[in-house]
């Protein structure tokens, strides 16, 4: 049969490489529209919680998991032969940045290499994971192609960024539209018929560089934007102008302006990575790209100002007697995601400036400042008034929806605000600072 009536008729097999945000919500759905799916992990515990039907990602439908996994349209396995098994095969591994913050492939070439090793004729292979232009035809296809396999005749390979944001409740996989290019137009054609099986739009561009650098544009649009509103409150927080005022009354013109709103910094896994992708790949072609770097340098200088903020707030009491309570370390509101957090800088600062730092967030029961180079373990201290109470300052780092905020405000000595979450709450205006 070919590829083509194997998609049509569903009974293409599917992998997915890499079960973490990305992979899972995708598997989900491809199995949900009627496809076979694998899944593919090198984490023995998210192979097995998939197995028993344990769900570890918020932003699925847990009576979809259960579904799929209870009539077995989807399982999970760590062993790569499964991939010989494969029609299609998404590759959804991590992209982070080395201690240099120059990309690191290692996972991409890794997960290439358990498909060359287990490939055969009629696959189609698409990569997911962002990346710069040129990873998918300069890395990967190297690999993949044999003497004999041809790209667009034997095999296909394309590029197709996800989308998804993590928390949002109204756009999920299969309604977000999804951008994808091919190796050759035959590719381009497959990865849309795929994809258009279970996903509300298909867009297909011309290559999978263009869809590389799509993907980049959309996160590099989000980090400069914020970046230019961080500065802006750097200069209100001078001119004694409420930037979150300014942003409110701009955002009401209907055309030509989109909303950033200020911030501790950036994290997750693509707003702070993704821009390196693209300014590493540029210095090939003798090209600096300004806005990125500048950029950078702004979002990673918050965190050190909202640490100065709380140095000012707490004018005569040294740090060595001073409790901070931090509120919310996951990166954005209402989940459990931590990684490149701007909460974990800033208790990092604030541990090494000596103060007695604290932390709590419903969704992260335990961290630790590792990456920052603190081994510590810090658990979420349960949220009383006790503890409200004793804290010389409560920072509220990340908005989650779950906390109370009129009842905060109401039991803390002294609030810095970083996200304007406070804004609704009526009373104790004198305790609460905004960035
Ligand atoms: N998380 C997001 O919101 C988001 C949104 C859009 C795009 N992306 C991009 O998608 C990609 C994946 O991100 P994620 O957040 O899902 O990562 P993740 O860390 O949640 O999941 C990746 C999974 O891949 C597995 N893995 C790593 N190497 C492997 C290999 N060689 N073989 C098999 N499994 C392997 C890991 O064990 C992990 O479970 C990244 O490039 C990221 O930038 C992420």
């Known amino acids: 049969m070919l590829l083509k009536e194997k998609i049509l008729s569903k009974k293409a097999k599917v992998c997915i490489i890499g079960l973490g945000y990305v992979g899972l919500p995708e598997a989900v759905a491809a199995a949900n529209a009627g496809f076979r799916v694998f899944g593919f992990d090198l984490d023995k515990t998210k192979v097995n919680n998939v197995n028993r039907g344990k769900l570890y990602i918020s932003d699925i439908e847990e009576q979809d998991f259960k579904r799929v996994i209870r009539s077995g349209a989807l399982s999970a396995t760590t062993d790569p032969r499964i991939l ?63 003497k004999e396999m041809k790209p667009g005749r034997d095999f296909f390979l394309a590029f197709s960024p996800e989308r998804i944001d993590p928390g949002n409740s ?79 009354a701009a955002k009401t013109k209907p055309f030509g302006f989109m909303s950033f709103m200020p911030g501790p910094g950036v994290g997750g896994h693509c707003i702070p990575v993704d821009p390196v992708y693209l300014s590493w790949k540029a210095k ?23 640490v100065s903020k709380v140095n000012a707030l707490l004018r005569k009491k040294s ?37 007695d730092v604290l932390y709590n967030d419903p969704y992260v029961p335990s961290t630790s400042l590792r990456e920052h180079g603190g081994g510590k373990i810090y658990r979420s201290s349960k949220l009383t008034s006790k503890l409200l109470r004793s804290a010389d300052c409560v920072v509220v780092v990340t908005d989650h929806p779950d906390y109370d905020y009129e009842w905060i405000a109401r039991h803390a000595k002294c609030i810095l605000d970083t996200r304007n979450a406070l804004k609704g709450v009526k009373g104790c205006r004198d305790k609460i600072v905004r960035l």
């Open 84 to 146: 010989s098994e494969a029609d299609v095969i998404c590759v959804a591994v991590p992209t982070p940045f080395n201690v240099y913050k120059e990309p690191d492939l290692s996972y991409v070439l890794k997960a290439t290499e358990f498909i060359a090793k287990n490939s055969r004729k009629g696959q189609l292979v698409i990569l997911e994971s962002t990346t710069y232009p040129g990873t998918t035809r300069e890395v990967m296809l190297p690999v993949l192609k044999k």
């Open 170 to 248: 109204d756009f999920h996989t299969t309604n977000t539209p999804k951008v994808a290019g091919g190796i050759t137009p035959r590719c381009t054609e497959m990865v849309k018929l795929f994809y258009s099986q279970f996903i509300i739009k298909v867009i297909p561009v011309s290559s999978p560089e263009v869809a590389e650098l799509t993907k980049l544009l959309e996160n590099i649009f989000r980090n400069v934007n914020i970046a230019l509103v961080n500065e802006l409150m750097l200069l209100c927080d001078r001119m004694k102008i409420n930037i979150w005022e300014v942003v409110e």
């Open 319 to 355: 740090p060595e007697d001073s409790t901070v309570l931090v509120l919310g370390v996951a990166f954005k509101k209402g989940i459990s995601d931590m990684r490149n957090s701007p909460s974990l800088k800033i208790m990092d600062l604030m541990q090494k400036e000596g103060f």
């Open 284 to 306: 090939e072609f003798d090209f600096h790209t300004r806005f990125i770097e500048l950029a950078a340098e702004v979002n990673s200088n918050m965190p050190y100002y909202v």
